[in-house]
């Protein structure tokens, strides 16, 4: 038994008991057969509870489902620090404009709430890659600060094929869980591109891939990332399992 189902079921149910209740009350102001009225309005209710307790319930909340599955949780981030700014600003602001005659006194904290809320959210996620990445600088210097040296080690994340292929660090690194800088050596892009041009239909996918996800990550500035021509002894060799 699905969810929409059980809700349908509920709207009817309450929807013909609000209609045996308003057919009553309209059938004593006519001075018409107060259980006609009743009856009809309950059968009337039942049917609209039937039809539309989706379209004000669980549809509304898959629709929103959806749209937050879509947003990344740097977006959400950017526009929750937003929110949070601009309702400081309209409380501030909110003190002088209720002092204004009515009926400006009223209304115009409310107006003014919600402008600068609208204002801030849409201003924070436009420029959520400059505010993030300044968030991340902030707290990497932070770390570094209370741990030393010996928080990163100096180190930097070197990324082979696989990991590349995977596509998985891109996100990760949009979460800004990697303070150290991301490095790809060159002969790792070399052997990406060597995939990408491979006769094998699936390994030229995989190659392709690993490298669109190398063009994601150097199109971030807020993200530290770069390719090198350092050289690791042993990992000349590089492959992608399967």
Known sequence: MSVEFIVRIIGMVAMAV????????LGDM???????????????G??????????????????????VSGVSAQTMVSGLIGLI???IVAALVSFPLSLL?????SLLPFIGALFFAYLSVTIFVLRQNDIMGLLRSRMSTTLIEDGGEGTTGGRSVLLDTSVIIDGRIADVAHTGFIFAPMVVPSFVLAELQHIADSPDGLKRQRGRRGLDILNRLQKEPSIPFRISDLDVEGARNVDVPG
Do not use: D, K, Q
Request: no cysteine; hydrophobic share 55%; aromatic share 12%.
């Open 85 to 87: 700014v601009g309702l």
């Open 46 to 67: 039942a049917l609209m509870g039937l039809v539309v307790t989706p379209f004000l319930t669980t549809r509304p909340v898959r629709a929103i489902r959806r749209i």
């Open 30 to 44: 006519a001075s018409g057969p107060r259980e006609l009225w009743a009856a009809v309005f309950a059968m009337v």
């Open 18 to 25: 609000g209609g045996i209740y308003l057919g009553a009350y």
């Open 101 to 105: 005659p009515a009926p400006f006194g």
